[in-house]
């Protein structure tokens, strides 16, 4: 049996009342007590942050794609006479949403909701309703005070109206769960409803329901949107076993459903129809179309794989590598149940980007790819729904003012937000650059820290650093936020490599095979050690010795006086050759002319050169970082020290080692291929 319980009690105004408690304790318990039975989870996009703090309390009981989220237009509240045309429409699409679930059962945790907020809730009629199809609903009753004392509680003739009307969805119900054995005959009596068909629970007898205490919550702030009563479980357990007994019951009359698309198809028929809304304006019906369609999106999730670097300018850094590799990789073996979908920002919103992947296609051969060549190559905006994830795999940060809205608003959505945290160097060592870039990737941080699901380091380096940093600078969220690893693949032939040649491609080839040879590759900036390592290379060479540094990567920042030295070293293109912008194919061949990767960087979120080197079987000498280690292992030789002296000592003492066969070697160090790569980060951002 297919349980589906309406929870927008516990995100509207009611949350911290008894009412919110209570229906979060009931449904906690269903949830705890449902044994083979399925639960989901209806919620409203209308309550901003409210979606990742309950499911933050069903976590692990309820299955994260089972807690599922409808949209429907603002201001929908019955206090506002303006749009009722709109609100009775909104009422409609939640039934249409829940219909195309096909639940057995839907339970409404509480009928007498959206006054003031913008909740819909409703019982339709066969008559009004727009929705080809009936599911047996059960409603949680908790008082009738306005048929019983109206005079109070029913002042005006627009409150008596807006209580008629749910009185009338209660007549409709199949079954209503009471809170007290009063209440229960008073129903009966009142609403003219078969006792059969009226269950008394008694959790909500007692001194207790009315007190409010404060339980160890999963995460900061969460007591801002509900908690649960303070029952014991067993109470609330007894409670849940005596509703999903009464379910079952009544799920017997669940009828046969119509496909999504029939059921859809026929709403729209009708929504055509409705002369009630010939009246509203355009701009509500344009917001009221994009939500029927949000709504029909739950059917097919999406990974949204954020390129939005790459579609601007390819750079060929280390990172962009990264991001290329893992896209390939997504494309031509997507997730289960998911279509990949590149996006890039332009701007003022989220594109597809079909436009530069299929100029990317043709690169790919004859592989098949989750899209396809006969799609239009325009760039749609991208629609999000609750079951969608969103994947930050290119550097983003100078985009995170531009867009932290819009990716709130995919979260309040119900979608799912990762980050890839390539390292936060930036914030342990601003001094490596310059101002502006510190204080640009601190802020980008701090909010994606506050509005993702989860951030994905690419080493448990990173993951310590990352998690370190939240102890001093916690963000404001209400739940938890996740911190995963993975690793980087190392096969440069599977990640979409740029070819071509220089004219002099075989004359440097020749001199580096000529002679030892130690290759450093990553962009010119200060961390990297390429000043160290030119010092040491300066030292090297006086004391005459025959050895070669080739240095492959584009000028950063912040190193003048080095690309200074490098133009105009009097050993260069001699036994100092420096290499910009070169393709995959060249860097390739490079490795396998050069004797030894050299890696004198200061810092790094992983070192994907020494993997790169490793599957070239070259040997690795490589400053004594956590991160190396945790990459290389014992596969590596490590050196300590920044100045030019100590580095030399170890080349030299690493000569020695490799003429007589005794130097690390890498060709038994394990690494993952990018395929296995983007399987991690694929296991560890999709729902279990």
């Known amino acids: 049996m297919r349980i589906l319980i309406d929870l927008q009690s516990c995100q509207s105004k009611s949350k911290s009342l008894d009412i919110g408690r209570y229906s979060m304790s009931l449904a906690l318990a269903i949830a705890r007590n449902a044994a083979s039975h399925e639960v989901w989870i209806l919620l409203n996009d209308r309550f901003p942050r409210s979606v990742p703090a309950i499911r933050q309390w069903f976590n692990p009981l309820v299955p994260r794609e089972h807690i599922v989220v409808f949209s429907i237009p603002p201001d929908t509240r019955e206090n506002n006479p303006k749009k009722n045309a709109l609100t009775r429409v909104s009422e409609q699409v939640r039934e249409l949403f829940i219909s195309t679930l096909q639940p057995d059962i839907v339970h409404i945790s509480n009928l007498f909701e959206g006054w003031e907020d913008d909740v819909v809730v409703s019982i339709s009629s066969s008559a009004n309703s727009l929705v080809n199809a009936r599911t047996p609903t ?8 306005p048929l019983t004392q109206p005079e109070v509680y029913s002042p005006n003739e627009a409150i008596r109206r807006y209580y008629r009307r749910k009185v009338e969805s209660l007549r409709r119900s199949q079954l209503l769960l009471t809170v007290s054995e009063s209440l229960r005959r008073e129903a009966i009596e009142l609403l003219d ?16 329901f009315h007190s409010q205490i404060k339980l160890q919550t999963p995460s900061k702030n969460i007591d801002d949107y509900c908690y649960p009563n303070e029952y014991s479980l067993s109470t609330w357990d007894q409670a849940a076993r005596q509703a999903i007994a009464a379910f079952e019951r009544v799920s017997t009359e669940a009828n046969t459903y119509a496909t999504s698309e029939q059921l859809y198809a026929h709403f729209i028929a009708k929504l055509s129809d409705e002369t009630a809304l010939q009246n509203q304006k355009e701009s509500d019906l344009r917001i009221l179309a994009t939500c029927i369609s949000t709504n029909l999106g739950i059917y097919e999730k999406q990974l949204l794989v954020d390129i939005s670097q790459l579609v601007l300018l390819d750079e060929k850094s280390g990172i962009q590598r990264v991001v290329r590799s893992i896209l390939v990789h997504l494309l031509q073996a997507p997730p289960n149940d998911y279509r990949v979908i590149p996006v890039y920002w332009d701007g003022w919103q989220y594109r597809q980007a079909r436009e530069f992947i299929s100029q990317m296609l043709p690169k790919l051969g004859s592989k098949q790819t989750s899209i396809q060549m006969n799609e239009t190559t ?8 609750c079951n969608d ?4 795999l290119d550097h983003s940060a100078h985009l995170a003012p531009n867009t932290q809205e819009t990716l709130q608003h995919f979260r309040d959505l119900g979608a799912e937000i990762y980050f890839v945290i390539y390292d936060i160097l930036l914030v342990r060592h601003p001094e490596w650059w310059a101002r502006e870039f510190s204080t640009t990737f601190h802020r980008w941080l701090k909010i994606i820290a506050e509005i993702s699901t989860g951030l994905v380091c690419i080493s448990e ?11 001093h600078t916690p963000p404001q969220r209400v739940d938890a936020l996740r911190i995963i690893s993975f690793h980087l693949g190392a096969d440069i032939s ?12 075989e004359f440097i080839l020749q001199t580096l095979q000529s002679a030892p040879s130690l290759l450093i590759v990553s962009t010119l900036e200060p961390r990297k050690g390429h000043s160290q390592a030119l010092e040491a290379f300066n030292l090297l060479w006086q004391s ?41 194919e060249y860097l390739s061949q490079i490795y396998l002319a050069s004797t030894a990767l050299l890696s004198p960087s200061e810092g790094e979120g992983f070192g994907l050169p020494l993997i790169e080197a490793a599957q070239h079987h070259l040997p690795i000498i490589a400053r004594s ?5 945790e990459v290389a292992g014992d596969y590596a030789f490590y050196f300590e020290g920044n100045q030019p002296e100590p580095l030399a000592e170890a080349i030299k003492t690493w000569l020695s080692l490799y003429d007589a066969g005794k130097a690390p070697s890498s060709k038994n160090m394990p690494y993952l291929t990018w395929a296995e790569s983007t399987q991690q980060l694929v296991d560890a951002i999709l729902p279990s």
Do not use: C, M
């Open 544 to 584: 005459g010795l025959k050895i070669n540094l080739v240095i492959v990567g584009r000028e950063g920042w912040q190193v003048k006086p080095l690309i200074a030295q490098l133009n105009h070293h009097p050993e260069k293109d001699k036994q100092l050759f420096w290499l910009q912008g070169i393709s995959d």
């Open 494 to 505: 599977q990640s979409l490599p740029s070819k071509g040649l220089p004219q002099d491609a």
């Open 138 to 145: 059960s409603i949680t009753l908790y008082d009738l005070r």
């Open 625 to 629: 970082l956590p991160v190396y280690k």
């Open 378 to 385: 325009s760039d749609p905006v991208v629609d999000v729904n």
């Open 461 to 471: 380096a990173t993951a310590h650093d990352i998690k370190d940093w939240l102890l």
């Open 193 to 208: 409803i078969a006792p059969t068909s009226v269950i008394n629970l008694s959790t909500a007898e007692g001194p207790q």
């Open 389 to 392: 994830i969103f994947l930050g």
